[in-house]
């Protein structure tokens, strides 16, 4: 997998925006970015993922720079629900679609 | 809406008894995964299954474990004699092709 860097934990207001950044400097071409959260020891979920255009869906907002080296996820109104570890993941292209998990972003969302 | 589905939520056993942990992946689904999270520790990679045989597996899937899909619904992982630090979270993943993996919310191992 490229390797990914994200900060260990980030607090956020309950309604504001939780932005969530991962560096991929490694990443190659044909590489995904997926966003994965996990809340307190259930299965990890799935969020969004992308290649090299920034993606929306229901739950979030992905935008990767031009150079594909970073890339930041979006809550928009964080809820007290969204705490949790957020995982940003660049499984090579050709490896069965296994995902390696590092040790994410434990963001916590506050009153 | 669709979800993998793990059996039993929580299993306690004896050190050296032998554990099946049962999933049922998402029905049109191709690929299948078991990961552990020991407390505490990071989601770890157990191991991969595709066309009804291991497609990659870690280091931790040692002798001890095996998969199994008997019936083309169930997808199951054996631990044959059971250590202490076998105790974790496992996680029953699939997926259809390309895409996401979907998780099951696990199956809590306990070994005394």
């Known amino acids: 997998d490229a390797k990914t860097t994200q900060p260990p934990s980030m607090d956020c207001a309950e309604g504001r925006a939780a932005n969530l950044p991962c560096n991929h400097s490694?990443?190659?071409?044909?590489?995904?970015v997926y966003w994965y959260r996990q809340i307190h020891s259930q299965g990890p979920q799935y969020i969004i993922h992308g290649l090299k255009n920034n993606e929306t869906n229901e739950m979030a907002s992905l935008i990767i720079t031009e150079d594909r080296k970073s890339s930041t996820l979006i809550l928009p109104h964080a809820t007290l629900r969204d705490t949790a570890v957020y995982y940003c993941i660049a499984p090579p292209y050709n490896q069965g679609g296994k995902l390696i998990f590092g040790q994410g972003t434990e963001l916590s969302v506050k009153p | 809406e669709p979800e993998v589905t793990q059996t039993p939520s929580h299993q306690v056993t004896q050190m050296g008894q032998e554990v099946i942990l049962r999933c049922v992946p998402i029905s049109n689904h191709l690929y299948f995964y078991w990961y552990r999270q020991i407390l505490g520790q990071k989601v770890e990679f157990l191991v991969s299954?595709?066309?009804?045989?291991?497609?990659?597996k870690s280091e931790i899937f040692d002798d001890q474990f095996s998969v199994e899909r008997p019936d083309g619904s169930n997808f199951t992982l054996k631990i044959r004699s059971t250590k202490l630090e076998d105790s974790a979270m496992y996680f029953c993943?699939?997926?259809?092709?390309?895409?996401?993996?979907?998780f099951g919310e696990g199956s809590r191992l306990t070994v005394l």
């Open positions: 993943a699939s997926r259809y092709n390309t895409g996401e993996l979907f």
């Open positions: 299954f595709y066309n009804n045989e291991i497609s990659e």
């Open positions: 490694t990443i190659s071409g044909n590489e995904y």
